[in-house]
């Protein structure tokens, strides 16, 4: 892969690199990605409710990461002999993972670069841990370089706070909550059913991806925030208020309103009519929460990043029952 554009604000932030500082999270012979999460983090290997982004856009599959001389000799010399001493390993695979240590230990470098410790480190291809089946994670095919302290790396997927933003987005965990809906469950034809979230339940959720590695100390906060909410009955038989189908953030950052007793004539400002019945069914109500997705890092930087959206189907039964008195 040929180095691309070098970046015009690097580093990152000022007297983020500098100095050779062991990672606390190296595995050894594996390159694995050394970024934390912290805050509203889906576990890993989760489907759980996840920011879907609206548009084409996808959080990095891949990116290069620092690693100090010390990680970066153990990584290849712990593989190098894991593979020349595997029974049965084939001879090409033993002769690959030579060539590839003979590059750093007495090749174009020289024992790792270890009489430069301090004034660099080796910048590596690492995937997203939570997009290793995607092809795109094998884009970063630069072999591991060496790059000067504060140096820009040359490619543009060198891991900066934006890099650390758009990985976030995809490790947030949303919260798994159903609409309230009045009645519930269970309502009746030509009914005004209202549909309500409460701030408390539905509130803004944040995660912190942080890198701590090699001199480089950068990280990343973002931030979803719920702005509106979109029903869709699961039939074509029934109106939806707003007649959009979306119901915004009030001003108190709830959505929609909770019914009250002496409202059964009032019109909800948020809420479905169905106007007929589900029969021996259901109607497959779908409630489509938006977010709106910022994020701040070191350095002061920080921005938008594209909407994401969360949805979550309920059953509804609907009954044909020409009149009703709710409030009794």
Same mark, same amino acid.
């Given at each position: 892969?040929?180095? !691309?554009t070098?970046?015009?604000?690097?580093?990152?932030s000022? !007297?983020?690199?500098?100095?050779?500082?062991?990672?606390a999270h190296?595995?050894?012979?594996?390159?694995?990605?050394?970024?934390?999460?912290s805050?509203?983090?889906?576990?890993?290997?989760?489907?759980?409710?996840?920011?879907?982004?609206?548009?084409?856009?996808?959080?990095?599959?891949?990116?290069?990461?620092?690693?100090?001389?010390?990680?970066?000799?153990?990584?290849?010399e712990?593989?190098?002999e894991?593979?020349?001493?595997?029974?049965?390993?084939?001879?090409?695979a033993?002769?690959?993972?030579?060539?590839?240590?003979?590059?750093?230990k007495?090749?174009?470098?020289?024992?790792?670069?270890?009489?430069?410790?301090?004034?660099?480190?080796?910048?590596?291809a690492?995937?997203?841990?939570?997009r290793?089946?995607?092809?795109?994670?094998?884009?970063?095919?630069?072999?591991?370089?060496?790059?000067?302290n504060?140096?820009?790396?040359g490619?543009?997927?060198?891991v900066?706070?934006?890099?650390l933003a758009?990985?976030?987005?995809?490790?947030i965990q949303?919260?798994?909550?159903?609409?309230?809906?009045?009645?519930?469950?269970v309502?009746?034809?030509?009914?005004?059913?209202?549909?309500?979230?409460?701030k408390?339940?539905?509130?803004?959720v944040?995660?912190?991806?942080?890198?701590?590695?090699? !001199?480089?100390?950068?990280?990343?906060?973002?931030?979803?925030?719920p702005v509106?909410?979109? /029903?869709?009955? !699961?039939?074509?038989?029934?109106?939806?208020?707003?007649?959009?189908g979306?119901c915004? /953030?009030?001003?108190?950052?709830s959505?929609?309103?909770p019914?009250a007793?002496?409202?059964?004539?009032e019109?909800?400002?948020?809420?479905?009519?169905?106007?007929?019945?589900?029969?021996d069914?259901t109607?497959? /109500?779908?409630?489509?929460?938006?977010?709106d997705?910022?994020w701040t890092?070191?350095?002061?930087?920080?921005?938008?990043?594209?909407?994401?959206?969360?949805?979550?189907?309920?059953?509804?039964?609907v009954?044909?029952?020409?009149?009703?008195?709710?409030?009794?």
């Amino acid at each position: 892969m040929i180095p !691309g554009t070098a970046f015009a604000d690097w580093p990152p932030s000022a !007297g983020t690199q500098g100095h050779t500082k062991q990672s606390a999270h190296s595995d050894a012979g594996t390159l694995v990605s050394q970024v934390t999460y912290s805050g509203s983090v889906r576990p890993r290997g989760s489907a759980g409710a996840t920011v879907q982004p609206v548009g084409d856009w996808t959080p990095p599959a891949c990116w290069y990461e620092p690693r100090s001389v010390a990680e970066f000799k153990k990584y290849v010399e712990t593989m190098y002999e894991e593979t020349i001493n595997t029974p049965g390993q084939a001879n090409y695979a033993k002769s690959a993972v030579g060539q590839f240590r003979d590059i750093y230990k007495d090749g174009k470098y020289k024992d790792y670069n270890g009489d430069m410790a301090d004034e660099g480190a080796w910048w590596v291809a690492v995937q997203n841990p939570d997009r290793l089946d995607d092809p795109a994670s094998m884009e970063c095919g630069e072999l591991p370089f060496w790059v000067a302290n504060n140096d820009d790396p040359g490619v543009p997927q060198a891991v900066t706070p934006k890099v650390l933003a758009e990985a976030a987005y995809n490790a947030i965990q949303l919260p798994d909550t159903k609409v309230t809906l009045a009645p519930r469950d269970v309502t009746k034809v030509n009914l005004p059913t209202w549909a309500w979230l409460d701030k408390a339940t539905f509130k803004d959720v944040s995660v912190t991806a942080s890198l701590d590695v090699a !001199g480089l100390n950068i990280s990343a906060t973002t931030t979803a925030k719920p702005v509106s909410l979109t /029903l869709e009955p !699961g039939t074509g038989d029934a109106e939806t208020y707003p007649a959009s189908g979306e119901c915004r /953030l009030n001003d108190d950052d709830s959505i929609g309103e909770p019914y009250a007793k002496g409202k059964a004539g009032e019109t909800p400002p948020c809420g479905i009519k169905y106007l007929r019945s589900s029969g021996d069914g259901t109607f497959r /109500l779908r409630a489509t929460i938006t977010w709106d997705v910022t994020w701040t890092g070191t350095g002061g930087a920080g921005g938008d990043l594209p909407d994401g959206t969360f949805g979550t189907t309920q059953d509804i039964t609907v009954q044909e029952i020409q009149s009703v008195n709710r409030d009794s």
